[in-house]
């Protein structure tokens, strides 16, 4: 009786420090609350993005987050490519892209 005892109260100390590892680990798994209308946790322009507005996010940065030098290095790419296209486009993208929206 006092193994059998024993075994239940080993077997429940495990499972105990197991679900405080866990929660450690992966956090509570609490859902974040809405955020107020017409708000971001970035920051772009609707329209007309360039590289430079690429290379100025920035984001959150947290525990569990993102590598911050993998995120720069996306980013860097990412800026740089949309840099190379618009340099592609003619000087007057943009007066066609309100011609097309308005009919």
Avoid: C, H, N
């Avoid at 024993?6 to 450690?24: D, H, I, N, P, R």
């Avoid at 100025?56 to 993102?66: D, E, I, P």
């Avoid at 995120?71 to 790419?77: G, P």
């Amino acid at each position: 009786m006092l193994t059998m005892l024993l075994y239940v109260l080993v077997v429940a100390v495990v499972g105990a420090l197991l679900f405080v590892v866990a929660g450690v680990v992966f956090g509570r798994s609490e859902e974040l609350g809405p955020l107020p209308g017409e708000t971001t946790l970035t920051r772009l322009p609707a329209r007309g993005v360039t590289g430079a507005d690429v290379r100025a996010l920035q984001f959150q940065q947290v525990v569990r987050g993102y590598k911050a030098s993998e995120v720069d290095w996306a980013l860097e790419q990412l800026g740089a490519e949309i840099d190379r296209l618009r340099a592609r486009l003619p000087a007057d993208d943009e007066e066609r892209a309100g011609v097309a929206e308005s009919t």
